[in-house]
């Protein structure tokens, strides 16, 4: 029993490496963008101006007093039954006194700070716009350093960097069970929405684009699934060389090697995967069309069962909308294929024979030569590489569209309780 739950353990932190990247900015900016083109009610937002921070504030939370903790009435706005301070590293950073309650109210970072567009501060802006320039906000630092959970621990764990409770603010497993993001993105909309009606339309659609930021994040495969595919498990070593009795015995290590060879596994394709994806939709070419008219979507009116069975809450788009496990694995798999075994295996002289964690400058070098013929490789092998890479990103193109309907039914979610939609 002892064992097997230590193996269940360590196949679960296979995902504490792969939690520090995401999409990257300007996929989610781009991915944003695509999804709305489509939402007409956002064009009678098209001239917004920056209003005082503070008076949105005491606005939104309904009286002229200075913002506490619980003005917004979020009675819980994360998972966990605990005080607000608990989800605080600490807010001793922040000098702005506002910021800093809010910070402490929405349970954010020491490290989260309001930065501004070059000249929107001055100049009016569209809603579209707010929405493009502020999906990627959530990874600036918001979500990071916090003591969110006690499952943050299998997303992430409590490492010296910070970015722990990051992982778990922007994952969702087990049905939603584990990891918050259909919470927060349904807690950013919420307050969006309440921004918008008091009058402060540039924080509402700010707010609204962070809620977006989550929605984006469930589109990629290892935020939604623990463990993609076998293919992650490194399950070598479980045996020592023969000794003097000429009998190979248990090496005591194999279940610290499994966690640490299976982490950085999942974390290697994870981010091959996630930076070739980047590169191709935000490129100009053929893959970055596909993607982009995916997440766009046709244009045709959702039929009468779509309709019936649609989502009432962003909460419920977020966690009917992950990524299906066919989807995953099929993905998964064909990104070991595409990309090869080499990142399945111990790096050149590694004294503990555990797969190395390739850093961002190995990524990106193994991308830009991914579609090219390997040295030595056979004109069969690389025709079959190719084939992966084909099935790996119509898969993708595929959760694009999905993703794209999910964002759109948040948006007009959001429009019909603001009064901008007509009901069909």
Known sequence: MRASSSLVVALSLTLSASVAWGWSEMTHRQLTA?????????????????????????????????????????????TRKAKHDKYMASTAGMTDGTVQQFARHLMLSNQTAFKFVKGEQ?????????????????????DKGLDASKHQGLMGGTDATKTSSQGFRHMSFLFGSMGEAPQRAQLMFNLGRKAIEKGHDYWGFRFVAWGMHYLGDLGTPVHTN???????????GMLRPRGADGKRHLNKKFVADLVKGSANINA????LYENYVDKAYTAKGEQAKQLSQAAKGSGKRPGLFSRLFAPRSVKGVAKRRGWSRLSTLSIARNAVRFFTGKFRKPAAGAADNTVGLVDKAMVAQAVRTSSQPLAGEGQRSYGKRIKARNVMMRRTTRQFAKNGVAMRQAIKILGKQLGRTRRR
């Open 34 to 78: 695509d999804a709305v083109t489509s939402v007409k009610w956002l064009d009678q937002h098209k001239s917004l101006r920056v209003t005082p921070f503070d008076k949105m504030l005491r606005d939104v939370a309904g009286d002229a007093k200075p913002v506490g903790p619980d003005a917004f009435n979020f009675k819980q706005a994360g």
């Open 122 to 142: 001055t100049k009016p802006i569209s809603a579209r716009q707010v929405l493009k320039s502020y999906s990627g906000e959530p990874d600036w630092g918001m």
């Open 226 to 236: 623990m463990l993609p595919t076998s293919k992650y498990i490194r399950l070598k």
């Open 268 to 271: 290697n394709y994870h981010f």
